[in-house]
C-alpha cells in the first residue's frame, strides 16, 4: 500500500463518528480516574522483574469491567484481549503494549502522590503509559451508546503490559509467553517531556539505536599499594582502557554515522591501600548503522587486547543484553499520525527528524509483527522540563486523555488498512 491511500481510511473513522464520539464521552467521564489510576500507580513503583503488586492493581481495574486479563508468569505482566462491534475470526488483532515497571531513582518531588516505594521511581512514564493503555479499555467497555448510533466499529483489540522494560527483559518474556500469538499488528507509545502536551511526534523508520550492553573485567595482580612493582595494577589498566575506548572509537566510523560510548559504572577495590586482583567496567554502545555497531564491536576488543598488553593485565570483552533498532513500519505510524492529527491538529504532530540514541525494548515485537510507537507531548512548562530518568519527572496529566483518544483512532484504523489489504504485509 502507498502512504497516500491511507488518508482515504479517514473516512472509516467518519464512519464511526456516532462511536468515538461516545468513546470520547466515556474517556471525559474517566478523566479524574485516569488521574487517580496514574497517580496511585506513580505513588507505588517497583522495578524491572518485581511488577507484581503493579500486575495486580491492573488486572483488578479491567476485571472490574468484565474483562478477563492473562496474568504471566510469576505474577508480572498481563495481557487482555476485547471487542468492539461484531469482528469475525479474520478481523485483524491489534496489540497496544505498554510498559509497567519503574527506575532505581529517588523521587525528590514534593507532591501528593511521592513515591511511597524508597529509591524507586516512575522517571521514565510507564505509569502514563499504564494508565493511558488500561482507559482504552475501561472506556471501550464503560461507552454507553448514544440512541441511533448504529455503525459502531469491528475490532479485536489486545492490552499488553509489560513488565522489565528498562532492563531490556520484558519483551522478550512477553514474547515467550506467547503474548503475541495472533497479532496482525502492535502500537505503543512514549512520553516525551521535551514537547508541550497536546503535541505528538513520530518517526518513520528508524527511531531507536542498536544497543549493546559492555562489560569489561580486567584482571590482572594484586598487592600492597606500596608495592605496585610486585602488581599488575587492573585499576590503572581500567583508567588507561576507559581514556582509550572515548578517544578512539569515535575515531573509528564514519563521523556521519551516530554512535555513542558511555561507561557508567566502575567497581572494583577492598581498600585504600590494596590494590585489587580485577576491576569490572560496564557501560553501552548506540549505533544506528549495523556496519557501525560491527565495526565498532571489533574495535573495543581490539583497544582491550592493546591495553591489556601494555598493561600486563587480562581485559575480557562481553557484549550482552542486545537490542536492536525500534523500525517502525511506514503504514502504522501513519495511522497514528492521522489520529494525531485528528485529536490535536496538523500544528501539533510533527515528525521526528533524527533517530534518538536511547533503547527501546519495544523493537523485539517489530521483528515478529509490524507496527509502530508515538511520542506523546507531557510537559506542562516547555520553558523548565521535567526530563526523562530525572529524579524530578512528572507530567501534565492532560496527557492521559488524550492519549487514549489518540491510541484508539489508531488502532480503528491500523485495523481498517490491514483489512483492505486483504491480509497482505503492511
Known amino acids: 500500500m502507498k502512504l497516500h491511500s491511507l488518508e482515504t481510511h479517514l473516512n472509516h473513522l467518519e464512519e464511526h463518528t456516532g462511536w468515538l464520539n461516545d468513546f470520547d464521552h466515556a474517556i471525559a467521564r474517566l478523566s479524574s480516574r485516569l488521574i487517580e489510576i496514574r497517580r496511585h500507580l506513580h505513588a507505588h513503583p517497583e522495578p524491572s522483574g518485581e511488577e507484581i503488586q503493579t500486575t495486580t492493581y491492573l488486572t ?43 527506575l532505581r531513582i529517588p523521587d525528590e518531588k ?38 441511533g448510533v448504529t455503525n459502531v466499529p469491528a475490532a479485536r483489540v489486545r492490552l499488553l503490559f509489560q513488565p522489565a522494560e528498562e532492563t531490556c527483559q520484558g519483551a522478550r518474556w512477553m514474547i515467550e509467553q506467547n503474548s503475541l500469538d495472533g497479532v496482525a499488528a502492535i502500537l505503543s507509545l512514549h512520553m516525551e517531556p521535551e514537547r508541550a502536551v497536546g503535541e505528538a511526534a513520530v518517526r518513520y523508520g528508524t527511531m531507536t539505536a542498536n544497543c549493546d550492553e559492555v562489560q569489561l573485567t580486567v584482571t590482572g595482580h594484586g598487592g600492597h599499594a606500596a608495592r605496585p612493582h610486585h602488581t599488575s595494577d587492573p585499576v590503572a589498566a581500567s583508567a588507561e582502557l576507559i581514556m582509550a575506548l572515548h578517544q578512539y572509537l569515535p575515531r573509528s566510523v564514519d563521523s556521519r554515522h551516530p554512535s555513542v560510548f558511555s561507561v557508567g559504572q566502575l567497581m572494583g577495590g577492598y581498600a585504600p591501600n590494596v590494590i585489587p586482583e580485577t576491576v569490572e567496567i560496564r557501560g553501552s554502545l548506540r549505533t544506528i548503522q549495523a556496519d557501525t555497531r560491527e565495526r565498532l564491536h571489533r574495535r573495543i576488543r581490539e583497544i582491550a587486547h592493546g591495553v591489556g598488553k601494555t598493561s600486563g593485565t587480562l581485559i575480557d570483552v562481553d557484549f550482552h543484553n542486545a537490542l536492536p533498532s525500534i523500525v517502525n513500519n511506514n503504514d502504522a505510524t501513519r495511522c497514528l499520525e492521522l489520529a494525531a492529527m485528528q485529536i490535536l491538529g496538523t500544528e501539533n504532530t510533527s515528525r521526528i527528524d533524527q533517530p534518538s540514541m536511547g533503547g527501546e525494548d519495544f523493537a523485539l515485537y517489530l521483528e515478529q509483527v509490524p507496527g509502530a510507537m508515538i511520542r506523546l507531548g507531557c510537559a506542562r512548562d516547555i520553558s523548565d522540563p521535567t526530563l526523562l530518568h530525572s529524579c524530578r519527572f512528572d507530567i501534565d496529566e492532560t496527557v492521559l486523555s488524550l492519549g487514549a483518544r489518540i491510541i484508539m483512532r489508531s488502532v480503528l484504523l491500523l485495523g481498517h488498512q490491514l483489512e483492505t489489504t486483504s491480509g497482505e504485509s503492511l
Not at 77 to 100: C, K, M, S, W, Y
Not at 117 to 139: E, F
Open 110 to 147: 514534593q507532591v501528593p502522590y511521592r513515591s511511597q516505594n524508597d529509591g524507586v521511581m516512575h522517571a521514565c512514564g510507564h505509569d502514563a503509559h499504564s494508565t493511558i493503555v488500561t482507559g482504552i479499555g475501561l472506556a471501550a467497555m464503560g461507552a454507553e451508546l448514544t440512541e
Open 60 to 102: 483488578e481495574l479491567l476485571q472490574a469491567v468484565g474483562l478477563n486479563p492473562v496474568v504471566k508468569q510469576n505474577d508480572i505482566g498481563l495481557t487482555v484481549d476485547f471487542e468492539i462491534g461484531n469482528p469475525d475470526p479474520t478481523t485483524p488483532l491489534i496489540a497496544i503494549r505498554a510498559d509497567i515497571d519503574a
